[in-house]
């Protein structure tokens, strides 16, 4: 028997086999074609029961059987499995054009919307209504016959070119390493990199130390490393990632996908991609977003050109380098950042070993929403490193399973997410908890040291774990708004405000202890990650609105005359650009988070959710970091709601007021 066909609690991932996925999917689609039949052929009047929430309870053995199968695609992957997902992606996004374009299903979900005045709905009935209808109309149901065949050809297209791109961003990080066997060149390297690069060599039977382009060998190398020659090697490399003459080049790819994502808005009636996007966020409009960016970078350029001025200086005085390079960033700013705060990010590493990291932030997740965190070993998992958790509330009601995966491995893909195996929902009565996620690549223990994190692994482990909080606490009744289902602008909200809690005594002296002596981290050191968190915030603000304002220019117009990925980038960072452009290098060519990731016409929300969570922890800071009165309030109104209401609504009711960017100005020192 097929076990993902079977019924299961939490995913059976010992016992699910490549073989598995194909029917399984195939068998999923056809068991929600029967519910969405079913709908269609009720001869009873259209309801708000009959149809709208039984389209939205449609699918749910599909939805578990691909969220396993996506999950390990990114999480645990191998030849395979992306085989299978270049086979099944177009399956998916046919079927899920069957179900919008379906004429008959959307005359009956219409025929609810239009009568809704008279329906006396609650707000969350509401949401899910019009939520449901703008799905359909936004994704072709209006159109006519030929048209509607136009948009599934499209969107077949799209969803197999974003996997493909995925898998060469993938290949090419792989497919580079840097062998070096001469103990000089490690020369600046911190100790526990050197030994990470030399257990890679070891893993591939080499004699010597192997640096990869995953984090956490790339980042301390171009960080660190004094052999400037290895440090532009490298950073060439990462640049280059599918921008090279050879078959996992991307150029083609990205000019293909903002064509057809033009095509599709203008098809459905909206300008461009961009305007498309927008209508269903936060920010509604290209240009709002535009004039948002704008904005900063007004605030933020003049910060940027004189710390980058500072840098150039430094790096002259030091190494006489004249003309600072993009390999040189990094190293220099964490010198100069060491001898402005006498701050090394190594002197700080022992203080944060990931165990201890992983207790402070489920203290801190009780101190606020009294969730409490057990360890257990009885739950099936796709790795061994893999760690189970049950979550409760402080009356023992059982809140979530929460799965936690931190190490990088080759199946893997770079940097972290938080993702979910089941959703929350209210169903037949019963509240359905949610199966969260996070997925990190934080360097894994050694012989002789424990899995030691930097200070930005921290505020990465905060982050997904804000996220996996959004989706634990969820408590909504329909799934399709549950947790993080929310516009995509408001999504970092929880995430970006929970790495506030990592800059404060009060909370470092939950975790933060020496893995070998168990000392508190001296407060010294507190006050100089305080100080040193706005250092370099110009030209840290300056890279995110330039990759913003990237994302807005390939989406925000018509992209029919450009040939070059190259020179079309190389004029949209004009207003942003500090260092000097490399010719062999192409950020757009590895841009997962717009040609692969949700992010096309969104990379602005992370700015956009920055002025959010600054004026959220403004607010706990005025009255305590763990004061339960704000706390409760946030998670009444914002972390337990989901999308059932308009995130500016939420906010207001949370916050009383609306945000105000002044928060952040302070907070990054631009003010």
Known sequence: MNPLLQDFNTAPFSKISNDDYKPAIKKGIEIAKAEIDEIINNSVKPT?????????????????????????????????????AQEVSPWLSEFANDITLNEALFKKVKAVYDVRKNLDLTPEQDMLLDKQYKRFARNGANLNKVDKNKLREIDAKLSKLSLKFGENVLAETNAFEMHLTNEEDLAGLPESVIEAA????????KEGYIFTLDYPSYIPFLTYA???????????????????????????IVLEIVNLRYTRANLLGYKTHAHFVLEERMAETPEKVIEFSNNLLEKAKPAALKEFKNLEKYAKKLDGIEQLQKWDGAYYSEKLKKELFDLDQEILKPYFKLENVIDGVFEIANKLFDLKFEEVFNIDKYHEDVKTYNVTDTNENFVAVFYADFHPRKGKRNGAWMTSYKSQQIKNGINERPQVSIVCNFTKPTETKPSLLTFNEVTTLFHEFGHALHGMLANTTYNSLSGTSVSWDFVELPSQVLENWCYEKEALELFAKHYETGEVIPMKYVEKIKESASFHEGMQTLRQLSFGLLDMKWHGQNPSDIESVKEFEVEAFKETKLYPDVAENCMSTAFSHIFQGGYSAGYYSYKWAEVLDADAFEYFLEEGIFNKEVATKFKDNVLSK????????LYKRFRGKEPNSDALLKRSGLL
Do not use: W, Y
């Open 642 to 649: 989901g999308g059932t209401e308009k995130p500016m609504k």
């Open 198 to 205: 030399k257990e890679v060599a070891k893993l591939k039977v």
């Open 226 to 252: 004094d052999n400037r020659e290895l440090r532009k090697k490298m950073a060439i490399a990462a640049g280059k990632k599918a921008f090279k003459d050879n078959d996992f080049n991307n150029e083609q």
């Open 48 to 84: 708000f029961e009959n149809t709208t929430v039984a389209l939205d309870f449609s699918g749910e053995k599909l939805n578990r059987i691909t969220s396993i199968f996506f999950n390990l695609n990114s999480a645990e992957t191998n030849e395979g499995i992306q085989k299978i």
